[in-house]
């Protein structure tokens, strides 16, 4: 189950690998294979088509048909879905993960990395890789030229968020292990950062570092300004960690079916206040965490509205090397309302050159929960 928003990563040795399902073989002749699309969107998609649609697909414009139906589907050829090996070509990253909007790069820190290392520990906005304006760059060129090999360099120009002014740095790319919690501390609070929800694991190391700070009665903030999905039902265990045992979580609708909810389980419970940092890259599972809490009234939301992607994507393996992404899914709240298209509002909106100001956000936080 894919809910991810797409986004490059660039941090070695940890690629987001798509589970995918199988479809019998199409003609060798038949490429991208029509007919196994289309037999994928009628079993898979989350509103199953019309036949005449179907019948009507054809390679020429397939993209754009695609996306008249289900605005996230995505037909991979082999090259472009089979991500080179990093461990294979002893690749090194700089730490970051690399966003895109409006036709701007934007990279975000992983603590521990070689970024982070350098002092950058919030998101920049990079103009420039090796000389090279990312204006003149393919978004996976810019990927591939922030990978190399350990203890090589490379140079970038960067900009601070809201900020005209560049300033450059020199980077040694170098292997680490992204954390599943990362712990952001300043001398107001200590802000827990949750990039992606992997199952079976981001609920306890989530409960663990909780435990760790020793919140007691002070506000527990959760920043999931860069947490662009992951696994659903990880996102719903996240949250019965603050909900009551038999509370609705939210639920799911597949193709054609009726709507399943899930409701909180009996696990050690935090009490509030809870302050969940959100923003434009805040999607899919994220959403569904942040929903859950919302619908309940469990926590204050301060930030710019979500992505609005409550959904889930399956991938389909086809002939040939072929891979179709699309929409099998819809994530609802616990009111049975979906966020797709709208996003989350949040409590506090502030201004877009304050999202990326941590300590402006905690104060935010802060200062509304002790009016």
Known sequence: MILRKHCYWVILMFFLVPSVQSLPGASADDFPPINEIRHALQNN???TPD??????LKANGLDKRLREIDQHARLFSPEEYRPPSINEHGLAGIGADLFFREGKAFLTPYQGGPMVRA???????????DGVSTLDIAPDIIAQSLMGDVGSFVELTLACMGQSEAFGVRLQRDKFTPMNIELLQRDSANV????????GITSAALSASIDYIRPENQPIFIDLRESTGGDIYEAFDCAALFLPEGAKLGGLQLQDEKETFFFSRQVRKYPGPLILLIGPD???AAEAFAAALSCHGQVLLVGR????????????RLSGGWVLRLTNGLVLGPDGSS??????QPNILVEEKELYNLD????RGWDAIHK
């Open 360 to 363: 402006s956000l905690i104060k």
């Open 45 to 47: 998609l989350h509103v």
């Open 339 to 344: 966020c797709s298209g709208n996003g989350l």
């Open 282 to 284: 805040t999607a899919s």
């Open 119 to 129: 002092g950058i520990e919030q998101r920049v906005e990079l103009r420039e890789v």
């Open 51 to 56: 036949y005449e649609f179907l019948q009507d």
């Open 192 to 199: 827990l950062r949750i990039r992606l929800f992997r199952a």
């Open 305 to 316: 509205p979500t992505y609005g992607k409550c959904s889930t994507q399956t991938d389909v």
